[in-house]
Every structure is written in structure tokens, then in C-alpha cells.
């Protein structure tokens, strides 16, 4: 397999092509080869490395951790321990994040049940949206969306 177009290599990735570009941008990809006619051109190495990271982003790595991961995987002889904690440290991540959607989910649900499904004047879920101190304590961390505590861009 040689010779693949942009739209072909996104095809058998699953990877659209603006992602595909972005992805050599930042320096996940390798510059590809060009045709007579300036197209990119790909091969299986390329097909190959995007499934890589294509499966990396799905399971949540950014593209920092997956650009170290490719560069530590270059060596096929080399001790695996910097890999492992790269990936011991986005499962850290990943289960801090879970417990606070936990929390969040516990903290909707108390909303929603004290509501009594009354008027708006009377509606607990807008009271404690307004006002934090309705909260559970230790709900959520005031002035922080979840995503701000999960550390996401």
C-alpha cells in the first residue's frame, strides 16, 4: 500500500481530512511525501501511526502524551516504564474525573428530586443554580465548571 491519498488515508482511518492536516501541524504526523502535482501521498506507516493516535485521542490522551508515546515507541528495544507512566497518569486523571462527575451527578440528582415541580418561583433546581450555598457541601468547587477541575482545555 503506497501511494494513498489524503482522502483515502482518512477512509481507512476514520480520521476526517482537516484532522488529518491538524495532526501534521502539530507534529503527530510526519510531513507526507508530494505528488508531481503537490498532493499529499501516504503509505501504510501512515495508516498505521493515525490509527495509533486516533485510538490514543479515543481513549482521552492528549496530544502531548500521544507525541511522547510515539517517540518512545520509535524504539522497539527500549524499557516500557516511561510509557506506563504516561499512561498511569492519565488513568490518575481519568478516575479523579470520574469522581467528580460522580459528585456532580449525585449533586443533580439531589437538585432535581428536592424540586417540587411547582412554578419557577419555587423551583428548587433555579434557587441552588442561583445561589451555591443550596449546594451539598463539597458538590463542586464554586466558581469552576467541571471542566475547569478536570484540568481540560
Known amino acids: 500500500m503506497r501511494d494513498l491519498s489524503i482522502g483515502e488515508l482518512s477512509r481507512r482511518t476514520k480520521v476526517k481530512v482537516p484532522t488529518v492536516r491538524y495532526y501534521e501541524d502539530v507534529g503527530l504526523m510526519p510531513a507526507p511525501p508530494r505528488s508531481e502535482g503537490k498532493q499529499r501521498r501516504y503509505d501504510a506507516d501512515a495508516v498505521s ?3 495509533f493516535i486516533r485510538h490514543a485521542r479515543e481513549l482521552g490522551f492528549e496530544v502531548n502524551a500521544i507525541r511522547e508515546l510515539l517517540d518512545l515507541s520509535a524504539d522497539r528495544y527500549r524499557p516500557c516504564e516511561e ?3 504516561i499512561a498511569s497518569r492519565h488513568l ?4 479523579r474525573r470520574i469522581a467528580q462527575l460522580q459528585m ?3 449533586e443533580l440528582q439531589r437538585m432535581v428530586q428536592q424540586c417540587g ?3 419557577v418561583e419555587d423551583c428548587r433546581v433555579i434557587e441552588t443554580l442561583n445561589d ?3 449546594c451539598s457541601p463539597n458538590a463542586h468547587p464554586i466558581g469552576l465548571s467541571p471542566r475547569d477541575r478536570a484540568g481540560s482545555p
Do not use: F, P
Open 104 to 106: 456532580l451527578e449525585k
Open 132 to 134: 451555591h450555598a443550596h
Open 83 to 85: 510509557i506506563d507512566a
Open 92 to 95: 490518575s486523571d481519568v478516575t
Open 117 to 119: 415541580h411547582g412554578s
Open 49 to 51: 501511526r493515525l490509527n
